[in-house]
């Protein structure tokens, strides 16, 4: 089949912030060399952003400015919109409108397609369209492109990723320079590495998204946001970190799926990994996904996770794939990798039934008989000890005795927690980081 000779595909863009102002930058500088690799120009006619001053750092035309969603929406020259107006109900509004009227749809919004994805990629199905959204996880890592095409043939069997750049630096921050949490994240805000209001980053939701999207189209099955365990880094300590060390760990916050037989694991939480796993490396706000498949065995990809330009390249790309389609008159693959309409609901595997190691801080008071009682409790529920390090002596005065256990259940684990956290003796809740070899 060869291409429609196309004078020109004209892009509608939602939003001049951090990573549309990158896009618009993208396809401007490199204008010729898209067109000369696709075959035919590519250009974005018009711009809404409710905020036009934003246009001034871009140089952009006022010709093409709009604070009028319809301007683009209603324009028949527009054939896709580009969405990057970030996790507010007018961006799913945008995406079902312009998919009911027959454009293509590029988005970076994770926690949309995380909540709304099957509903959006039902519209684009419905109106023969694409809706494509590789800058929702891992910026400029072409990761949901690799599963999509490049994986084809192999069953995926699990994921293990580093998605969230933010917290990835603070983690990094942490163990390098021996501080705590709160300080290296104030340090982290000041530097432009975390928002003002980090918590998405830090309480892990923004992996969970994240997670979400790529388990679902790594095992064909819907996996709903709300049932990825979700834990974030604020417990972590600098104490940890030299604990860790000690036992030859890093800790990462990693998101993790797996397909167990017929039901999946996915879950966001720290997670000390051994110091000589590839992801253990990964260092700053530098993202990494680990992909374990039935014939490729490990294939892991790296690169920035965030920032204007590297997304920005993930985005370009996803509007130049589509280019492509229009010209061949063809619909691309479907945006999860499967037809929507034979994805099913995933079975998820509840977290009691998850098998991990544990590394287990308790904070306590010094007195004799202290660690038989702990051991006791692990003991009654089925937990065994690997290692026991406690921390200095000082009478009468709260130290941390640190354990790591041997393979556990999650549920026995809870259990004999919940008995631990209620001795006299122990004096805060139970710092858990779960061990992944």
Do not use: W
Request: with cysteine.
């Amino acid at each position: 089949m060869t291409m429609s000779r196309i004078p020109q595909i004209y892009v509608g863009l939602f939003g001049l912030g951090t990573v549309g102002g990158g896009v618009y930058t993208i396809m401007e500088k490199n204008r010729e060399l898209i067109s000369k690799k696709l075959g035919f120009p590519i250009q974005i006619k018009k711009i809404c952003d409710p905020d036009p001053k934003k246009s001034k750092n871009f140089h952009v035309p006022s010709s093409a400015l709009t604070t009028k969603p319809n301007d683009i929406l209603d324009d028949p020259e527009i054939s896709i919109i580009v969405e990057l107006i970030g996790d507010k109900p007018v961006a799913r509004e945008i995406m079902s409108s312009a998919l009911n009227l027959g454009k293509h749809v590029v988005t970076a919004n994770k926690a949309i397609l995380a909540q709304h994805g099957p509903e959006l990629y039902a519209l684009a199905s419905k109106n023969e369209v694409d809706i494509l959204f590789e800058a929702a996880v891992a910026g400029s890592i072409p990761i949901l492109r690799s599963i999509r095409e490049g994986f084809i043939a192999d069953s995926i069997k699990s994921i293990q990723g580093i998605i969230n750049g933010t917290a990835n630096f603070i983690l990094t921050e942490m163990s390098e320079k021996k501080r705590d949490f709160s300080a290296v994240l104030l340090d982290a805000q000041k530097a432009g590495f975390a928002e003002s209001n980090p918590a998405s980053d830090i309480e892990g939701h923004d992996t969970a998204h994240k997670l979400s999207i790529l388990s679902t189209m790594a095992y064909g099955a819907i996996v709903p946001v709300d049932k990825v365990y979700t834990e974030g880094i604020t417990n972590i300590t600098a104490f940890d970190f030299e604990m860790a060390e000690r036992f030859g760990y890093s800790i990462k916050l990693l998101a993790i799926s797996k397909k167990i037989n017929d039901e999946i694991e996915a879950r966001v939480h720290p997670t000390m990994i051994p110091k000589e796993q590839m992801l253990a490396s990964v260092r700053g706000a530098y993202n990494a996904i680990l992909v374990n498949g039935e014939y490729i065995g490990q294939s892991m990809q790296y690169g920035l996770g965030a920032g204007s330009l590297p997304t920005a390249t993930a985005v370009v790309a996803d509007i130049v794939e589509i280019a492509r389609n229009i010209a061949l008159r063809v619909r691309g693959v479907p945006p999860m990798g499967y037809r929507i309409e034979e994805m099913p609901k995933a079975k998820i595997r509840s977290m009691e039934d998850i098998e991990s190691s544990y590394y287990l801080r308790f904070t306590t008071q010094d007195k004799p008989g202290v660690f038989a009682k702990i051991a006791n409790a692990l003991g009654q529920n089925h937990v065994s000890i690997s290692s026991v390090y406690q921390h200095g002596r000082e009478e009468d005065k709260e130290i941390p005795i640190v354990v790591v256990t041997h393979l556990s259940k999650e549920k026995n684990m809870m259990m004999a927690l919940k008995e631990i956290d209620r001795l006299s003796v122990i004096t805060q809740k139970t710092t858990v980081i779960r061990i992944e070899s």
